[in-house]
């Protein structure tokens, strides 16, 4: 296989990396307190290490006090957590990567099997079980927060941040109309109006960090509670919901699925970071079961994930469907997996299982 489109340098903004790739953000739940530990740092270090050319870090909490539903998760704002992000920084720059971490308000949740508790109600755009429907000063409050976040990362030298806005969580709550039944300014009948709320947290941060830092925000057409959900119908509706993210300040789009081949509309190949970028003309990231034999959600049902041929995202690279390849499960089991493929060692892949998750590879 010729893999030469894989690895060509990309550039964009403060973003210059070395490859396609990119390590896509999978929680760990390895930060006590919600502080990365050495241990951590060690983690990103060795994907760096591994030429990933772009690490976007798990999802890291902004400061609202019902932000996170664990305590292992790592914030972004405590001073003691951002000490543990610069450790992780310096390391990933100083083993050649480059790096964004993924701000994240995961909205109304479930509390977690574990017990914990946040010390405030779960918020979301509407009241729903467990959670409360968020007032304007919530909503301003949470605003602030995610261009905070930002704000700390451009200063402690990451590449670029990215904004968690698909699979059910805060800002993806206010996209559909089961979830966000406002009837003010961050509500609507319409997806375009539903994403007001994203529409100003990006510009927010993009005031926060300026014009030359690469921003990029994760979306999906899909959520873990419904596997065949999908926001945006047709190209016209998608259109609609990503040219004002686009026009708010979103560099790169980070399209979500569970399988990156499969077309996202009847009548065209193209996936969803395929129209992305054809109806927005901004850079995208596809991911979805990148050389594995099957998607995500079989982390849930225990299922061992074996390795498949990357021949067709070769295919798709090659006529530039897409920017950039993001992919977690086999990068988090394997840290060499890129190296793997440049040299050509892909005889060497090992696939996935759920053990993988319970420890720091």
């Given at each position: 296989m010729n893999t030469e489109s894989l690895f060509r340098p990309f550039r964009l903004k403060s973003l210059n990396t070395r490859n396609r790739f990119v390590m896509s953000p999978m929680t760990r739940s390895f930060s006590p307190a919600g502080i990365p530990t050495a241990d951590v740092a060690n983690y990103y270090r060795k994907r760096a290490e591994g030429e990933v050319g772009l690490i976007i870090s798990e999802g890291t909490i902004?400061?609202?006090?019902?932000?996170?539903?664990?305590?292992?998760?790592p914030d972004f704002y405590k001073d003691?957590?951002?000490?543990?992000?610069?450790?992780?920084?310096?390391?990933?720059?100083?083993?050649?990567?480059?790096?964004?971490p993924q701000l994240w308000h995961i909205g109304i949740q479930e509390n977690h099997h574990s017990g914990w508790l946040p010390p405030a109600p779960f918020e979301g755009p509407s009241t729903r079980g467990n959670g409360k429907a968020m007032t304007d000063s919530d909503i301003a409050d949470t605003i602030t927060a995610f261009g905070c976040a930002a704000a700390h990362a451009k200063r402690m030298g990451f590449n670029s941040v990215e904004i968690q806005g698909a699979h059910g969580y805060l800002i993806d709550q206010f996209f559909w109309e089961n979830t966000n039944k406002r009837s003010d300014f961050f509500g609507g009948k319409t997806l375009a109006e539903r994403s007001r709320f994203a529409i100003e947290v990006t510009k927010e941060v993009r005031q926060k960090v300026g014009e030359d830092f690469a921003l990029m925000i994760r979306l999906s057409q899909w959520r873990f509670s419904?596997?065949?959900?999908?926001?945006?119908?047709?190209?016209?509706?998608?259109?609609?919901?990503?040219?004002?993210?686009a026009d708010a300040g979103i560099d790169i789009f980070h399209c979500s699925t569970r399988r990156f081949w499969e077309p996202e509309f009847a009548g065209s190949n193209l996936n969803l970071a395929g129209w992305a970028k054809k109806l927005t003309g901004k850079a995208t990231i596809t991911v979805g079961s990148v050389g594995l034999d099957n998607d995500v959600t079989t982390i849930f049902t225990g299922e061992n994930s074996s390795p498949t041929s990357i021949d067709e995202l070769i295919r798709r690279m090659d006529t530039n469907e897409f920017d950039l390849v993001a992919v977690g499960r086999s990068i988090l089991a394997d840290p060499y997996w890129v190296q793997k493929v440049k040299e050509d060692r892909m005889n060497e892949f090992q696939g996935f299982n759920k053990e993988a998750l319970n420890s720091l590879v």
């Open positions: 902004i400061d609202r006090p019902s932000a996170g539903n664990e305590p292992d998760v003691e957590s951002l000490a543990g992000w610069q450790q992780v920084i310096d390391g990933v720059l100083q083993a050649g990567g480059q790096m964004a419904d596997f065949h959900s999908k926001l945006a119908k047709n190209p016209q509706e998608l259109a609609s919901w990503l040219t004002p993210l």
